[in-house]
């Protein structure tokens, strides 16, 4: 438990540190400066670990997508809140400067931008899951540091390098060291828990002799590690820097001579159309009606179509939200034994039409839904369907027994 919530607080460290490179690399850019100074610039802007624990702690346990959004309203109106008054007490001037107004968008742009990747995420997990269940899962940006992004700081620290920002650069580079040694820890424990659940053979060793020994190897590692560092550090003020927007600027434009008129070239044919030497001189005509009509009907079925598919899409992606998860934050899983209704026989069946197998098919859906809402986990292949009511607690329901003959003349083809 304490190393699941070390992960959960490196992940959200993690994050963080991403987003808070945002609000100096746009100082940088428009020559902006805080007059609390770098230190007080950037707890100001850690403030987003606020929305990165918000997200996603609602992305995991909210079901409803109204919800969803009404808690994502709620809190973009909180960040905006808290902004503001930290820049009007940090100000102090009774009124906002540009770097204040730019600070407040960014933040509100970076809450925005998490509250949509974890939508995403999780509907993409949902896809996934009823797509390719098998298939390699991927991992968000938000949730795993690996040390490959610390070339994300190096980025900036050049960037602040070539725009003459000596902000940028001491956040890019501290970040980057801090970062360094949080995606070692992450990746050692991370590393050392899979290890330990996926070898058996590690089973009579004991967990806190193997992290003791893995630990020490990783402390002398970082240890060395930090020394190295120590150059960099001691030298950052030796840094030469360089403005890439003034390179250009003593360079003179050479002076573009026009051609003159006896050079252009004459329109052939003393300068008419070509649609008119087409019609022999005379006026283009006009469409018929009916070109008119098919060229208009086709736009109809063309808007339709584009309409109907962002439909089907905007459907599925509800759909996926709302069914990765239930209220207590358990994942649901579907209980189907067989394929899904083909979209004929969902409207056929809507229609009114009772036929046989239209009667098979709401018994198949009301026995998975009253496994589903008495179960959660998911039954295994091999259970039959008394031990999966059996597990669900309905043995003795007389309602259960009813439904369990209806479902057993439905399953062995006897309707």
Known sequence: MILERGLKAMEYLHATLLFAMIVPLVYAATEWHDPAGTGALYLKCLLIVVPVIVTERAAKQIRSVILYLIVSVLLLAGIGGMTGLICFLSGGKGHF?????????????ETVFATIKRFADRVKAAKWKREEPLAARTVSF??????????YFVVFYLLGLCLNAKLLCDIAFYSAIAYTFLALIYEYISTTKTYLERNRRTKGISKRRLYGVSFAMLLVFASLLLIGMMPAVFLAGQRQYTDIREWFNGVKLVPYEYEREAEFQQPAAGGEDWIALLDDGQPPRE??????VVFR??????VLSFLYGVIQMTRQVLRDFRNSRDENGDR????????MLRPSEEFFNRKGFRGAKSRAERIRRRYRKTIRKHRKERPAPYESPAEIEAYAGLTNDE??????REYEEVRYGKM
């Not at 400067?97 to 742009?109: D, F, G, K, T």
């Not at 938000?142 to 070339?151: I, K």
């Not at 649901?332 to 394929?339: A, N, P, V």
């Not at 309602?399 to 369990?404: D, F, G, P, Y």
């Open 332 to 339: 649901i899983e579907e209980l189907s034994d067989e394929q």
């Open 399 to 404: 309602q259960m027994q009813q439904l369990h």
């Open 297 to 302: 009907v086709i736009g109809i079925v063309c």
């Open 142 to 151: 938000l949730n795993c540091p690996t040390l490959s992004l610390v070339g």
């Open 97 to 109: 400067e540009a770097y204040e107004i730019c600070y407040c968008v960014v933040i509100l742009a």
């Open 287 to 292: 469409p018929s009606q009916v070109v008119i």
